[in-house]
């Protein structure tokens, strides 16, 4: 059933959203899990992936291997990473495509930017946490 009037429940619709989204978006859409260690530390669950971080990859050609971002592909919807390397015919090294979804990261590549996206996001959280204050409760005795 349709939740909303403006949003298309269409598949063939959504589809062609995700693969002609601007830049913009697509960085969002291409967001990587973080490691345990760092999602106890900032209170955030994912971020999106950017060029710096240290990742180490789950599934796919690298398995297990960790290494730093090299660059953030968003026309190929894929990220390379500087350990993870192929040699061609001619001796030429060329970087393995890897999905962002296949990776975790293990450190983050902080700047003033990327903080404040972490503050909003657990401000964002807490609120919704703590919905009723004890005034309010208080208040609801009164009546």
């Not at 939740?3 to 967001?31: L, N, Y």
């Not at 990776?103 to 902080?110: G, R, T, W």
Request: aromatic share 4%; hydrophobic share 25%.
């Amino acid at each position: 059933m349709k939740r909303s009037d403006k949003v298309s429940s269409s598949r063939r619709k959504q589809r062609k959203a995700h693969f002609t989204a601007p830049s913009s978006e697509k960085r969002r859409i291409m967001s990587c899990r973080l490691s345990k260690e760092l999602k106890e530390k900032h209170g955030v669950r994912s971020l999106p992936i950017r060029k710096n971080d240290e990742i180490k990859i789950l599934k796919g050609k690298g398995k297990n291997k960790s290494g730093k971002v090299v660059q953030v592909y968003r026309k190929k919807w894929c990220v390379h990473v500087d350990k993870i390397q192929r040699d061609k015919q001619n001796g030429q090294s060329v970087f393995l495509p890897i999905k962002p979804s296949y990776c975790v990261i293990e450190k983050l590549h902080l700047n003033k930017d990327r903080k404040s996206l972490i503050e909003r996001r657990t401000k964002d959280k807490s609120k919704s946490k703590n919905k009723h204050t004890a005034k309010d409760v208080n208040m609801a005795g009164v009546n």
